[in-house]
């Protein structure tokens, strides 16, 4: 069974710090990594998708993948009390068309 | 549309009552899915479809769960004889349709069983 793991939290960062949210995997032939967020009553929206190990940057946000230890990460630079979210880690198997997902970790971002 | 529409935003019902929920995915999207989510918890899949057929139906829950896209557009979820237990919000997602694609989620339909 494909699994994904990731620490509820909340994750209680100071405005402008750094934020590093993670997760692991349990499927070994997974391709495609996501990252979305989900503030309190919305629905997922995409933040990054990263298909190859190393890091991917977006602005204030980079996702870091190692294949090799089945672990993703997002980190959130220069935080801020917006970013306060449920974000949500998932993945799709190779050749999958159907995305895993995490139960997600809580930010919250204080002034 | 613009993106994935989702109604009713809100539904309350009484047990046992039939329920269905609709979504309309992003023009174009050729892959729609049904995901339910519980406070505190990730996106728990349901049911894929690629155009008018169901791909993957392996997380319907049990047989009083249904959906269909007669057309290949808009999906119908289907809940019967409903249970205090399926309360939950209903999330409805498209994609491109193919591997590896990201999916677009829907605001959501709040279902509450009373």
């Known amino acids: 069974q494909k699994e994904v793991e990731q620490n509820s939290g909340p994750l209680s960062v100071p405005e402008g710090a750094i934020a590093s949210l993670n997760c692991t995997y349990s499927?070994?032939?997974?391709?495609?990594f996501f990252w979305y967020r989900q503030y309190s009553g919305k629905s997922p929206e995409l933040i990054m998708s990263?298909?190859?190990?190393g890091d991917k940057e977006d602005g204030r946000f980079t996702a870091q993948l190692n294949k090799a230890s089945q672990y993703v990460s997002l980190l959130i630079r220069d935080s801020q009390p917006s970013d306060s979210a449920t974000y949500l880690c998932?993945?799709?198997?190779?050749?999958?068309?159907?995305?895993?997902f995490g139960r997600g970790t809580s930010l919250i971002v204080h002034p | 549309g613009a993106g994935v529409s989702q109604t009713p935003s809100n539904k309350v019902t009484e047990k046992g009552k039939y329920v269905e929920l609709r979504c309309d995915p992003i023009?174009?999207?050729?892959?729609l899915y049904w995901y339910r989510q519980s406070l505190g918890q990730g996106p728990e899949f349901l049911i894929y479809?690629?155009?008018?057929?169901?791909?993957?139906d392996s997380g319907l829950p049990n047989d009083r769960f249904f959906a269909v896209r007669p057309e290949g557009s808009v999906s119908t979820l289907k809940i019967q004889r409903t249970e205090r237990g399926d309360s939950a919000v209903y999330l409805c997602?498209?994609?491109?349709?193919?591997?590896?694609?990201?999916?677009?989620f829907g605001e959501g339909s709040w279902l509450t069983v009373v």
């Open positions: 997602a498209s994609s491109l349709g193919q591997a590896g694609n990201t999916i677009y």
């Open positions: 499927d070994r032939v997974s391709q495609s």
């Open positions: 990263i298909y190859s190990n």
């Open positions: 998932a993945f799709l198997s190779g050749g999958s068309y159907i995305p895993t």
């Open positions: 023009s174009g999207h050729t892959a």
């Open positions: 479809f690629q155009g008018t057929g169901a791909a993957d």
